[in-house]
Structures are given as C-alpha cells and as structure tokens.
C-alpha cells in the first residue's frame, strides 16, 4: 500500500456516510419528490442523502492531506468507560426526569451527565454548559417553537 494512501478511521466513517447517503437517495428516489414549495415525501430522503453522501466524501478526502498516523486496531488500548456510561445515562435521564420532573430538570440531568463523560472537563464547566443548554432549550423548545412539555411537572410556568 501506498504511503500517501493508508487506512485511517476518516477513510472508514467517510464511506460510511457516503453508503448511507446514496441508499438514502436511492430509496427516497422512489417516492413523489415534488418541489420546494410542494414537498413530496420523497424531497427529504433525497436531498439528506446526497447532502451526507458530500459530507462522506469531504471527510474521506481531508484523510489524504491528515498527518495523522494509520490506524492499526480498532479499539483503543484503554476504553473510556466512564464517558461511555455517561453519554449512554443521558438520554435515559432525560426521558426519566421528563417524564417526572419536566423539561428544565431533564434538560439540565441528560446534559450535566453527558459532560462529565469528557475526561477534561469539571463539575463546574458540567454545570455551567447545563445551565446554558437548559435556558437555550426552554427558550427555543417552550417559548419559541411552543412544544407541549412542561417545564416543570407540577407547576404551571
């Protein structure tokens, strides 16, 4: 094998998300596509698939000019288990905490718990970006875009 072509992680998730773009298109292709201003239900599946099957490409062509070295085995010697628990234990708390708390506490539990999962970050750089999600999110989820969960169970805000 070449030098300047050698097998790296970038070369794997690029034709990842090339394959599934084109499959995406491709099946979408089967459904009415209509216009932009009448979408059919095919529009969608089509045009997300060739948008990531461009992204594929890009992310398999930045591997040519990587200086990054080859990859020689999938996994790494030490799994980061704790991040993995961590960004797995979000999502659940968000449904749990929802479903009990509402969206203010699930909001700030699934991302607080997420951001401890990275191996640099603090406790208080996890409540800070907590805070900061929550508050966005209430303000595009509830106030803007009006989605019917409440903010706190209980408590009508």
């Not at 459904?31 to 990531?52: E, H, N, T």
Request: glycine share 14%.
């Amino acid at each position: 094998m070449s030098e300047k072509f050698s097998w790296k992680r970038d070369y794997y998730a690029g034709g990842l998300m090339l394959l599934l773009g084109v499959g995406a298109a491709v099946t979408g292709s089967g459904y009415k596509f209509g216009s932009l201003a009448r979408m059919g239900p095919g529009f969608m599946p089509v045009v997300l698939g060739i948008v990531l099957a461009f992204i594929g490409i890009l992310i398999a062509g930045t591997a040519l000019g990587s200086a990054e070295p080859d990859d020689k085995k999938f996994l790494p010697d030490n799994p980061q288990w704790f991040g993995w628990f961590c960004i797995l234990a979000g999502p659940v708390l968000f449904i749990i905490v929802g479903e009990y708390g509402g969206m203010i506490p699930a909001v700030f539990a699934c991302v607080f718990v997420c951001a401890l999962g990275d191996k640099t970050g603090t406790y208080k750089s996890s409540f800070i970006l907590a805070c900061g999600v929550t508050v966005f999110g209430v303000v595009l989820f509830h106030y803007l875009l009006n989605i019917p969960f409440p903010l706190l169970r209980g408590v009508n805000l």
